[in-house]
């Protein structure tokens, strides 16, 4: 049984901690679900004490323990202690470490661990991470030079590669116009930067946009929480039941779906749009450049809208908020840029061209009241659809 973490000393901790990780690393091993829990205990009581060695070691260990998941299936609470291990590891030893780097401008050693554990992240992780952003992005010199060590391609090239939704359906030459503005080289920038940290602390952008990423990261939070609730679902009902079937099909779905959208807008918005301010910047104007993610996703609009009525039947009121955060993010986007640029005509972006936001969202409003309609002709009206349906009619 693990110690209480507040009688240990450092050679106490560091000898418990060989002996859990053994623990772990052996599937047939009979360690308990608290034990495991005590661990990330211990584990928190690392970070709290700024143990950086320490703290690199459990970065190592929660990575070794996700590449072994796969032998840990035989044995379900083994493997729920793990996930709620790893979770709980990563929330608490980041929240340390980025408190701790706030402060000072010495953010080397602090963040050669960070690295290593962000790249195991998970939902409530990244949350985390966006939300802290958000809160510290223009508050903190510090920050931004920890933020500016943590991306530099000199110090960590694994967080250098373009984002993975290049790889959809796009031109050569536009993924390479948009690799070029990921990488930095359209504003001579000397580091590479994953999203949302490239727009964010970019000094190149213009602080005017910021709240069309904002928009984005509401959506991305969507998507997180999406994640997080699936999550809570794989906890409680860890036996595959007929009546979850359509809970698991619609979740998958709804997270395909906004993960594919997340994916175009971003690529439309940042890769268009700021290119095009950039030919703007050179006074070469390219009016070629166009698309539209509706033509993309349009087979599966509507059996993402027939996936999501029917998940509102279980009629969670989790679900249908975070539906009604992801309506908000689609209008709003448009308003925001619309606003945004009304006044400056000398920058000449086409806000019509972004209207496709606002069109995908009133069109999923309005394919959600035809649902509506034919399952009330049914009598198997799922709950809380006109409700939902009233409060978005000002959004039309």
Partial sequence: ????????????????????????????????????????????????????????????????????????????????????????????????????????????????????IYLLGDGEFSMVFIDTLEKKRNGSAAFSAALNYLIDEKHNESLASVPKFLSYRKSTSYTSAFSDFVTGYHYKLRYRLRWPVTIIVSPSVMPSLSAIFDMLLAIRKTILQLNDLWRQRRVHYSRSRSSDFILWESLAFVYYFLESYWSHIQADLIDLRFERLVNVAKGQVNDNHDSDILADISDELESFVYGLYDLLHLNNRDITNTLGQFLIACTQIYAEVSRTFKDQEDIRIDTDKLSHVKVLALRILSMFSEVQQERLARGDAAPGVDELLVKFSDYR
């Fill in 1 to 116: 049984m693990v110690l209480p973490v507040a009688d240990l000393d450092s050679d106490e901790v560091t000898a418990e901690y060989e002996i859990v990780k053994g623990s772990f690393l052996h599937p047939i091993s009979g360690q308990s679900t608290n034990d495991a829990l005590s661990v990330g205990m211990l584990i928190a009581q690392a970070s709290n004490n700024n143990n950086t060695d320490m703290l690199r070691s459990v970065g190592k260990l929660a990575k070794s323990i996700s590449e072994h998941s796969d032998k840990t299936m035989a044995f379900p609470m083994k493997t729920l202690a793990i996930e709620e291990l790893i979770r709980y590891t990563k929330k608490q030893v980041y929240s340390n470490l980025l408190d701790s780097i706030l402060p000072t401008a010495q953010v080397q050693e602090p963040l050669t661990l960070f690295r290593d």
